[in-house]
């Protein structure tokens, strides 16, 4: 992969790209901010590197990455989940499906220390879908930057002193890091 930093300025100039596109289509400044929001997103802390437990983005996350070692066990890196829409889907899924479990624990936490607290979302019908519009435009921003994530790896090769980093931070030999 080209690097972390290459990743953040090729996304950068998307992320400008894609704004100025967008205003001159006439999308509203709401939705244009939501896009961008994506692809900060994908590219800071959902990135497609997430597949590599050492990855810049990954030590983003600081101590709560533990909640993505079984995702960077499973997935392996560069591997499927690396394509944009089937990749951007499934982490985003998986974020999901780590709030969920959060909220799950704190409610448990709460009736065992005697707190009533509702977590009900009875808001009006129209402002769910609008809401939704908002979540589709991040959605949108984030397969953006994990599309350019995908191409810039496909043609850019890792720079050999990087994979050696790597290595030395896992401390053994990856034979997957050579088929990259
Ligand atoms: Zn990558």
Redesign the pocket.
């Given at each position: 992969?080209p690097g972390f930093t290459g990743?953040t300025v090729a996304n950068s100039v998307a992320l400008v790209g894609t704004s100025a596109f967008m205003y001159w289509q006439g999308w509203s400044l709401q939705d244009i901010f939501f896009v961008d929001t994506g692809i900060v997103i994908s590219t800071l802390i959902l990135?497609?590197?997430m597949d590599l437990f050492t990855s810049k983005p990954m030590n983003g996350w600081g101590i709560l990455r533990v909640f993505w070692w079984p995702y960077s066990k499973l997935v392996k890196?560069?591997d499927r989940l690396?394509t944009p829409i089937v990749g951007t889907t499934v982490r985003w899924l998986y974020t999901l499906g780590l709030l969920a479990l959060l909220v799950l624990l704190f409610r448990f936490w709460f009736r065992r220390i005697g707190l009533q607290v509702e977590f009900s979302f009875d808001g009006d019908r129209e402002d769910i879908i609008f809401n939704l519009l908002y979540v589709l435009d991040v959605y949108i921003g984030a397969a953006i930057a994990d599309a350019l994530?995908?191409v810039l790896?496909m043609f850019v090769r890792e720079p050999r002193r990087a994979r050696g980093n790597r290595r030395a931070l896992r401390r053994e030999p990856d034979p997957s890091l050579f088929g990259e």
């Open positions: 992969m990743h990135s497609p590197d890196h560069r690396h994530h995908f790896d």
